[in-house]
């Protein structure tokens, strides 16, 4: 790799002072991040990262799990310079670009045309968002105004803003907001495990029945029924076995509620598919996508829905039926070119079942390194997605959340070439679909050593 970028030493203890003094992180305790030291990514080549002090690391969060082609890919780069060349920004709003339509219509071909319209956003919060709207607006339009309600599963997490939280169950993100939730339905998630594609646990068929005792009694005042299908992230990636979002789909087509599948984290190759309803054979009512919609490029979203629904929104003026919604980012020309390009390069992959395979072999990597070791306590993993849940060995003991066990071993990690993010002390790897065989087995062989290094 070129090092033509690494800044100097001084460059350096200028970026972090600043950062020390002015920035606020994300789902970071600033305080723990300010007393370790901190890494300033300057550039990226393929699935690894530079910091400015030159030192390389593998990506193995996918850059919070939207990475699909690897960095400063040349095709992807090419696409938004060729569309920066003509313009950076023009509103949605009453006009369009090309690459806004020519996406809208890949986009509608990934679900067969059954979702044939799309409306854009720039992430995956404000796409849910939308997702709802488009459902509570649906029934006033549709003379359903009694359908009011909505479900959500339960450990659920669709975003950050108040919609998105209302409907998630995330107690540690966003239990001190919830007094200003609206009401959502929950019903259990499957107690399901499996990793290297073999069933540790299936439970699932109480979680099926729930749904269907809360829809007999419910469903003709409920709207919509939203699910991360396949996969739950943000809870720890928590897993549904194959046929579940088959099952929820057949229960709510039943009772006349819409399903909303929110696509924004298991997307555009992050389980071996382009994407889970694929897998599953199944047509949502509306369908969110974000994160590797850009292959982790650009801010981009999609909500994407039926005619049927699409149509409900037509009429005079004066009938107020349009959808009062929009950013001002909304379909980005740079985004969606990026897009575009990122599309065409994972349909090969994902139909010659190239990332079939490489996930196949990152299960395999996973039970290797990790299966056994006794300080696990399991290991849930489908795709390029592996959930590490971490335990003393002792039996007996346990860690305060103030150990910080995860986060150590996140830490220690960085020695050993890796970029990775726990959650509490479960570590999470979420490489991009692009990683080869080789920086897989360096990503599962240096989290092992790192957590080795932590716990011994
Ligand atoms: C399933 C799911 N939905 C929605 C979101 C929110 O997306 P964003 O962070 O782009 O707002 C996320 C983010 O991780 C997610 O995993």
Known sequence: MTDHATPSAKQTAETDALDARHSWHPFTQMREYLANPRVHIVRGEGCSLVDSEGREYLDGTASLWTNVHGHNHPELNAAIIDQLGRVAHTTLLGFNHPPAAALAEKLAGLTGGALPRSFYTDNGSCAVEVALKLSLQYRQLAGEAQRTGIIAMENAYHGDTFGTMS?????????????????????????????????????????????????????????????????????????????????????????????????????????????????????????????????????????????????????????????YHGHTFTGNPLACAVALKSLELLRPLVESGELRRKAALFGKLVAEHFENHPCVSEIRQRGFVAAIALKPARPGETWAVNDRTGYRVSLAARKHGLLIRPLGDTVLLVPPPAMSDDELRRLCAGTLAAMNEVLS
């Open 167 to 323: 409907v998630g169950d995330n107690g540690v993100f966003h239990g001190r907001f919830k007094p200003w939730f609206f009401a959502c339905d929950r019903f259990p998630a499957p107690d399901y495990c499996e990793f290297d594609g073999r069933v540790v646990r299936d439970r699932s068929a109480d979680s099926l029945a729930a749904l269907e005792r809360l829809l007999t009694q419910k469903g003709a005042s409920t709207s919509c029924l939203i699910l991360e299908p396949g996969i739950q992230g943000a809870a720890g990636m928590l897993l549904q076995p194959p046929g579940f979002v088959k099952a929820v789909a057949q229960l709510c087509r039943r009772h006349g509620v819409h399903l909303i599948l929110d696509e924004v984290f298991t997307g555009f190759g992050r389980t071996g598919d382009l994407l889970v309803c694929h897998r599953e054979g199944v047509t949502p009512d509306i369908l969110v996508l974000a994160k590797g919609l850009t292959a982790g490029y650009l801010p981009l979203a999609a909500t994407l829905c039926t005619e049927a629904i699409y149509e409900k929104f037509l009429g005079a003026q004066d009938e107020w039926r349009a959808l």
